[in-house]
């Protein structure tokens, strides 16, 4: 499918009147003989990795846009708070130190702007190089920024569930530093990535709002303390940058009431593997897009993964929602055309 055929049938997804509608999408994450300490410091290697992992679907054709996105792991706006990031061979970058202890600690940050702080500086000079060398046709992502929670915990470590009861103040204070870093980091990125102010690009989609969060970390927390000491932070993100997707990935469906409570949140996303999508959707508020993501095979499938795997084959889905099912890391290219055709739609 031409790029031109595929962005039309994602802005008629958007702006479907009625529910049931699907897309269909397919990444990897991985490429062939690709040293991954490298690629985070090397221009060329990281444009490389990044259409890489796009050929590696060989001609299969799904309803992917063609995206790149600069990959530095989950600690960039954590580096522009001191976090230190340690660099692997096998795996994306990761933070190797909780930098803020204290209210005197979070004090002493000088956070100027996004392009001058932490890893930033250097994820600018990828993003430039991507811009000038990438291959036509195809769109260029955010970088990963997490979320206002997940970067909390990653600047101040375990010490989060102590303060929580002993000095809420302090989480308060990170929690809305963080979130004001994150709201402009977006906004800067956006423009320099020359992306429209009420989409963006991921996993293969054009998605409606402005931004994603990511809120791995609310497995650990509970309905009520997410309700009174998360949620405004996550509303006002969203608020901020034109709304957006959350992205969880254990098991947080004791928050999903209070998501739905989220006026500018466009789409959850979702592990079938770890969450039954099927009562998700159940509790999920209508108009929220379900983006269910998920292994195509063993040894990653669980049993609840395989089980509602097997159900897509059946062509049974959640019903009386829109929802876009991504894929990711697959072997078999059979297996992932045969996925296909028994999701895809023509509309």
Not at 113 to 135: A, V, W
Request: aromatic content about 12%; glycine content about 6%; charged content about 25%.
């Amino acid at each position: 499918m031409k790029l031109i055929e595929l962005q039309k049938k994602q802005q008629k997804f958007w702006g479907a009147t009625s529910k049931g509608k699907r897309l269909v999408t397919f990444s990897w994450s991985k490429a062939e003989d690709i040293d991954l300490k490298k690629i985070a410091h090397d221009p060329q290697l990281s444009l490389k990795f990044s259409i890489d992992k796009w050929n590696k679907r060989d001609g299969f054709e799904d309803d992917s846009i063609p995206m790149l996105r600069p990959e530095v792991g989950t600690g960039l706006v954590a580096s522009a708070f001191g976090a230190e990031l340690h660099f692997k061979n096998d795996n994306l970058p990761a933070v190797k130190n909780h930098p803020i202890q204290s209210e005197a600690d979070l004090k002493s940050m000088n956070l100027s702007e996004p392009l001058k702080d932490g890893y930033f500086p250097h994820i600018y000079k990828i993003i430039d190089y991507f811009k000038k060398n990438m291959p036509v046709n195809f769109k260029l992502c955010q970088c990963d920024l997490q979320g206002p929670w997940n970067t909390t915990q990653l600047l101040t470590g375990e010490k989060i569930f102590l303060d929580i009861y002993d000095n809420i103040d302090f989480v308060s204070s990170v929690l809305d530093a963080v979130t004001n870093f994150m709201i402009r980091s977006v906004k800067q990125i956006k423009e320099t990535i020359a992306e429209g102010q009420d989409y963006f690009y991921l996993q293969g989609v054009c998605l409606r709002g402005g931004s994603r969060i990511c809120n791995c970390s609310t497995d650990m927390i509970s309905p009520d303390f997410y309700e009174k000491y998360l949620m405004p932070h996550d509303k006002r993100f969203f608020e901020a940058v034109g709304g957006g997707m959350m992205h969880i990935c254990g098991n947080n469906s004791h928050c999903i009431k209070h998501f739905n409570k989220i006026e500018k949140l466009y789409a959850l996303e979702v592990n079938f593997n770890y969450l039954d999508i099927f009562k998700v959707s159940e509790i999920l508020r209508e108009d929220i897009v379900l983006l269910c993501t998920g292994p195509v095979e063993f040894p990653l499938l669980t049993p609840l993964g395989e089980q509602t795997l097997n159900k897509f084959y059946q062509g049974s889905f959640p019903g009386k929602r829109n929802i876009i099912f991504h894929f990711n890391d697959p072997v078999d290219l059979n297996k992932c055309k045969k996925l296909y055709e028994a999701i895809k739609q023509d509309y």
